[in-house]
């Protein structure tokens, strides 16, 4: 029952955390931020069209 709690206790900090990552908006293009917060937010499709947007041409 311990391990549930410090398993649970864990995500919690790992979720914390990536909220304070997501929060940070450094110098990073504005489509990725984008297309993370979709990811983020459980809009898959979205977010890879976005992605589609920052893939380099070639």
């Known amino acids: ?18 909220d304070r990552c997501w929060s940070q908006e ?3 293009d504005p489509l990725i ?11 898959q499709s979205q977010a890879r069209a976005v992605e589609q947007e920052v893939r380099p041409l070639f």
């Open 26 to 28: 450094c110098d990073i």
């Open 1 to 18: 029952m311990a391990s549930r709690r410090s398993s649970s206790h864990s995500s919690h900090n790992q979720r914390q955390c990536l």
């Open 33 to 43: 931020l984008r297309a993370r917060l979709l990811r983020h937010q459980g809009l």
